[in-house]
């Protein structure tokens, strides 16, 4: 080794200590007389110091003419430091060299190498493998590493095997687009990269291996909105012989020892709401329970009393904003402004204030009286002081404007803490939805959902309202993960095909082999996948999931470190078997 | 849950409890008025017993319409068995039920679901899902669960972190062939799939992560041999700071650690030998020292006494086969065809009989004196009932074959067993090969590999006689595993590529980001990666690696189980701007 200490290692108990230390030359301080250098490796810093006079001539030269991210090998004593840094684990010592080898040069990084940088996203990208010098861009990762390995050591204690599935499998045309792999030994045949190890997951589970899980690489060839990556990382996991109950509970478990032994934070008993429930009291099927604010609806109290706007709405909903009735005008305009925003898409606002006095003052007094203001203000649960904000129209669209609004309320109360963690499952989602375009049902979940049994009778008839057995985990607002108890009768599974439009030959053709699966003695099944890119995320408080990932694509899904994708020789497309063609315009079928 | 126990987890202690038992139906015996049933899961077999006349009448007549793999749930009494059956764990009880619900019926399977099954491979590869209810197979994924986990384990003990690095990468066409992956984004422009995270990993040493280490997926597009997968995976790990011995201590203590855990076995020290002394005493850079019959290399006591095949050979060399002495002409000429078999390719073999009565007999005692051929068995070490089995020719090709010959000996006389477990290092491998087709060297190990120092000076005049910084594994004649140490040096790696016969510009375009990445201060650093599938394979006693992947692939690259690769739809290819064209003939250049 060239080292015999890291340099995160050295305390006051190894004074005297004969030394060798590697690492990255983070700074160096020459005051003339003085010089100090800040050596950094992975595990900390530790500071070298020489002192004109008495260290050797030549180091004290050969230090000066080292530049920054220079890596060195320093061997030398271990001194107690005449100053000492209590912000640093080593800082009550330092090393006085007597050798120093420089094990490599470094050209000046173009970007500080420092917990604050001054280089931008792009640049830090280009060049990733300085960026993840920084450490806390390190510490991010090695979170990553952890909550990958207690993941598995918990799974493990709870008898789920971790079962490598294949990368190479077969396209199917249901869901997102998949990245497609040419085959050389089969010209004009295809693999495609897995979107998810769904059906292998469930074969699994028709084989018998009960307790399924693996932490896994999954991908989807979308148009990349913000912080979507073509490659994520999945916990795929999959039981057998369970109901619904039982994987939540498995899974509540699992998250909740994760935030035991990697936050030291406790988190309850996770509340369960019904996706209708969500979306009545929320707006949304991911939640926020970190704060209350829940809607309001305020159709009965609001209409008929002549103000067209509420009149003539699907829903008229409220929140109460705690302790906002000093809004003034401007503090008003603004949220009307986020409100019209075209991605929020509200096209008004009408405020109730409830002053300190108990006077009331909204902007619709002209349509209602105090007592009917009033009557508003106690259905929402306000008090003095308290500032409700209401919004009307069709009832989608309303409760998508009022969950932003919400949110934004959150933010600006300070009521979104990063350090507090509020999980729930949402439950009962639909089973399937409606695309207007393609005048056809879609599995809201995936195909192989299975419904709730007492709305099976409504599948032919009343498809869009039959409830599937499928629950999302939300914490914070963040979809971590979803699942269902699968359908493991291949009748069901069939019907199920038929509703979403498969002709029996296309349900062979890309599910065959899972539906001949299951005339093998299929058990009842389900399961989840968690985002862990997402989960990793959370879990160091940021919203951004490419922080977390070593070397990520940006939003064109290029690498720009590595400049991928690229062009590829002739003689590798000819071996496919492939040309590649002008793209046409996407007008053409 | 649909079970309050599995089945393999009843005891005598449990006598008398209510249980719910859930799995398939493995076996009915139906003796008339005794009923049995085998009750299956991942964690066992739970017999099921039933009495006509005693048991409810309607349960007897619905266990009777059972098939062979039905999933049922049974609820019943734990009671003691009459006849125990020591064989397994739960063989000391049974169940007597009260209530049969049949989860889900099964058609016959194609092959029979036990340890020693009726179904072929391609049958057993066709219906994996039903060849994974096996034991013998269940075992082998759980083998691969456990190894992978303690691998993790260990190597966090250890102080290495995990780093995903990614999948969708760029095509570089030094190496294996290269499985590439259209972007639809950037028409006509490719990402490629890893045949290992080499630069990544290279790249995480210059990001200071020091001890990497990833369980990842990794592609070939290789003509498939015999038990070659198009995906495989490997324990790939790299470390800063340290000489080629710190590599070798580490992953030495890691593979010793996993034999002892999952395996329960002590594995001593390894020993090293250099590339050259494995070609020259065993013929392999993978040599099988389960057992020892070395090659003795015999020119000097062999030519020049008027035998032309020894005359004109490079090479005359033999190995001592011990107690062999009593073999018939007939197994004489039987070792004589299988070195004739093109595969091997000898000419013919020479050999020594050293009889018990001390009186010698060979296949050229027109050639030699009984003095002769006792130098021989002496420089051999042989004893009296040995035999000397000895090939001549050009070198390579005659250590080839008596690699061949050595380990078909060893096999012959039960030399290697399966539960032995020798491991050994491999080390001072040559930096370079010449290929005569292409009229150039190419890197044996791979274009990062550093020379040894002391070889440098030959790198541009005899660039074929410098040894490499490069090590592998070997266990019981299978490379398990080889790594390097690195350049990290910008201006050797130029070299490097010069050598290699890259232009600037290619080597600046392939791994640009590389070189770019050592001009910022690269630590000195190496690693290694362990082939996992053979790991698993090895640890299980297997030769085959396919027995130990979930989901394997055939030697045509093919998954039998869903059919894949297949063919995509025209709008998959329109959107990839991509045509398939007639593939040429392989001779067009």
Chains 1, 2 share one sequence.
């Not at 861009?137 to 390995?149: D, F, G, P, W, Y």
């Not at 490598?164 to 499998?169: A, G, H, K, N």
């Not at 045949?189 to 307790?211: E, I, W």
């Not at 490419?546 to 000819?574: C, H, T, W």
């Amino acid at each position: 080794m060239l080292r015999t200490h890291t340099c995160g290692e050295l305390r006051i108990d190894d004074l005297n200590k004969k030394v060798t230390l590697s690492g990255w030359v983070q700074r160096i301080r020459d005051k003339g007389a003085l010089i100090w250098i800040d050596l950094r490796d992975r595990y900390g810093i530790t500071q070298v110091f020489l002192e004109e006079g008495k260290s050797d001539e030549s180091l004290v030269k050969q230090v000066r003419e080292l530049g920054r991210e220079f890596v060195i090998q320093v061997e030398g004593n271990v001194i107690e430091r005449a100053s000492k840094n209590p912000n640093i684990p080593t800082g009550d010592i330092e090393v006085v060299p007597y050798r120093i080898e420089i094990l490599n040069t470094s050209k000046i990084p173009p970007f500080t190498i420092e917990d604050e940088t001054d280089g931008g996203e792009e640049l830090r990208m280009k060049y990733r493998y300085l960026d993840l010098r920084r450490k806390p861009v390190r510490t991010k990762l090695e979170l990553r590493h952890r909550l990958a390995l207690e993941t598995r050591k918990y799974l493990d204690s709870q008898q789920f095997i971790e079962i490598e599935t294949p990368v190479l499998i077969k396209s199917t045309p249901e869901g997102a687009r998949d990245y497609v792999v040419p085959s050389r030994m089969s010209p004009g045949q295809f693999y495609a990269l897995p979107q998810s190890p769904q059906t292998f997951k469930q074969l699994l589970m028709v084989s018998g291996y009960d307790r399924y899980y693996q932490i896994v690489k999954c991908f989807r060839d979308e148009d990349l909105r913000a912080d979507r990556q073509p490659e994520f990382t999945q916990i795929d996991c999959e039981m057998s012989f369970v109901d619904q109950d039982d994987v939540l509970q498995a899974f509540e478990g699992m998250t909740r020892h994760l935030f035991k032994v990697v936050k030291d934070v406790e988190v309850g008993d996770f509340p369960r709401i019904s996706y209708q429930d969500a979306m009545k009291y929320y707006g949304s099927d991911k939640p926020d329970i970190r704060f209350e604010m829940k809607f309001v609806e305020l159709n009965d109290v609001a209409q008929g009393k002549g103000f067209k706007v509420f009149d003539n709405a699907e829903l008229v909903v409220g929140i109460c904003a705690k302790g906002c009735a000093s809004y003034s005008r401007k503090d008003l305009d603004k949220l009307t402004d986020f409100l019209k925003k075209p991605q929020v898409g509200a096209k008004g606002l009408v405020y109730v204030k409830i002053n300190e006095d108990g006077s009331l003052k909204s902007s619709v007094d002209k349509f209602y009286s105090e007592e009917d203001l009033k009557e508003w203000a106690e259905k929402c649960n306000a008090k003095a002081g308290d500032l409700l904000l209401i919004l009307a129209g069709e009832t989608d669209a309303t409760r998508f404007a009022m969950n932003e609004l919400r949110l934004e309320m959150g933010k600006r109360l300070n009521l979104r803490d990063r350090s507090v963690f509020k999980p729930l499952w949402v439950v009962d989602f639909p089973l399937l939805e409606w695309d207007e375009e393609t005048q056809r049902y879609y599995a809201m979940h995936h195909p192989f959902t299975s419904p709730k049994t007492e709305d099976l009778n409504k599948l032919e008839d009343e498809p869009g309202s039959v409830r599937a057995n499928a629950y999302d985990l939300v914490i914070n607002g963040v979809e971590i993960g979803g699942g269902s108890i699968r359908i493991h009768n291949k009748d069901l599974q069939k019907k199920m095909f038929k509703v979403l439009g498969f002709t029996g030959e296309e349900a062979q053709n890309q599910f065959g082999f899972l539906m001949n699966a299951f005339e093998y003695g299929a058990p009842p099944h389900g399961g989840i996948a968690l985002g862990f890119d997402r989960l990793v995320a959370l879990f160091g408080g940021s919203d951004s999931i490419r922080d977390y990932i070593a070397f990520p694509k940006n939003n064109a899904g290029r690498d720009v470190m590595i400049d991928s994708p690229s062009v590829v020789s002739e003689e590798q497309l000819e071996e496919l078997g492939l040309k590649i063609v002008n793209p046409k315009s996407q007008a053409s079928s």
